[in-house]
């Protein structure tokens, strides 16, 4: 599979807001359900929230849910994560990643074709 490319992490402040995308390529793309996972420094990688090939299933970890929104836009080949009122304990290298599956899911075993990441980091 073509690689994944992550942008648009950076450094804010608790409360903000901040949107990371994820850009694919390949003609699988609309096939695919997506996820966003993320790993912050000694810890495990970790579900943060999945969406359905068509985009209308979705599923988020209890962590973000009300806050992150992921969306997709199947024509121009992103995932994006949309996150609101920002924590620090939220700071982390966030991945995308595709899943084996159409639907959303949420084990790290169902997703493969991993992003390099991309930086968020929350300050308090």
């Known amino acids: 599979q073509a690689p994944l490319v992550e942008s648009g992490g950076g450094l804010v402040q608790a409360g903000d807001s901040l949107r990371i995308s994820c850009a694919a390529s390949?003609?699988?793309?609309?096939?695919?359900?997506m996820g966003w996972f993320r790993q912050a420094p000694g810890k495990g990688r970790e579900f943060v929230a999945s969406?359905?090939?068509?985009?209308?299933?979705?599923y988020y970890a209890d962590y973000v849910k009300g806050r992150f929104t992921i969306s997709r836009d199947n024509a121009k080949k992103t995932v994006n994560l949309q996150m609101n009122r920002l924590k620090p304990e939220d700071t982390a290298v966030y991945y995308c990643?595709?899943?084996?599956?159409?639907?959303?899911?949420?084990?790290?075993?169902?997703?493969?074709?991993w992003g390099q990441g991309t930086q968020v980091t929350v300050s308090s």
């Open positions: 990643a595709r899943s084996y599956h159409d639907y959303a899911v949420y084990e790290l075993a169902d997703f493969h074709s």
């Open positions: 390949g003609r699988t793309f609309s096939s695919d359900g």
């Open positions: 969406i359905s090939r068509s985009g209308g299933n979705t």
